[in-house]
């Protein structure tokens, strides 16, 4: 058992305060020059919050790493008080059942649920476009950034159904100012793939079939 008093005379006590540390156990190896033991992974508990009562202690638990090459172990996991889990370093959230963090702190997924103001339960960001893929609490899912959820499946952008390989697929356009089309891919995939286009317009009524137009 880890006893923390924050007065430094022995048999004193003071009461503890938010981010304070209340135990650690280090995990060190010796290393190749032998001079040392290397801290390689930490565990913490840290407090979590304002202790304000005489049954109150939040609390969070921390656990590091050291990557190859260095020996200052790096926050990978948190736990906190509430039950929250981030996954990454230097995440602060406290709303998300699970976040994880990737490069620069902008890629990676959140899982939320609970709140009103948090009702999508999965959604996953870029650090280069913003957000990518949410699955909201109705059920409906979007794909791309700044997506209405006007149907169950809401695609901004295009929407590919092949592969890079021999297969033959489909290509769904959205974005083309001559309307909606459909690109039938021959076999080879998006990359090799020849096709030809069905196009509708919906402002011009037309339909068009490779270089046939079709009022």
Do not use: W
């Amino acid at each position: 058992t880890f006893y923390r008093s924050k007065n430094a005379t022995i048999g004193s006590n003071t009461i503890v305060a938010d981010n304070d540390s209340l135990g650690r156990i280090d995990f060190r190896g010796y290393n190749s020059t032998g001079n040392a033991y290397n801290i390689g992974a930490t565990i913490e508990a840290e407090v979590d919050g304002t202790v304000d009562s005489s049954t109150d202690m939040p609390s969070a638990i921390v656990l590091k790493t050291s990557a190859d090459g260095s020996s200052t172990p790096t926050e990978r996991l948190r736990i906190l008080s509430g039950g929250q889990v981030n996954i990454g370093s230097n995440l602060t959230q406290t709303t998300y059942v699970c976040e994880v963090a990737g490069a620069y702190n902008k890629d990676g997924m959140r899982i939320v649920s609970g709140a009103p103001d948090y009702q999508d339960p999965f959604v996953v960001a870029s650090s280069t476009g913003g957000e990518r893929f949410r699955i909201k609490g109705d059920g409906k899912v979007t794909v791309g950034s700044a997506v209405t959820d006007a149907s169950l499946l809401n695609v901004k952008g295009s929407a590919g159904f092949a592969d890079d390989g021999t297969n033959a697929g489909i290509i769904i356009s959205t974005d083309d100012a001559n309307g909606a089309g459909i690109h039938c891919l021959t076999t080879g995939g998006f990359s090799n793939g020849s096709y030809g286009i069905m196009r509708l317009n919906a402002l011009q009524h037309k339909f068009t079939y490779g270089n046939t137009v079709r009022a």
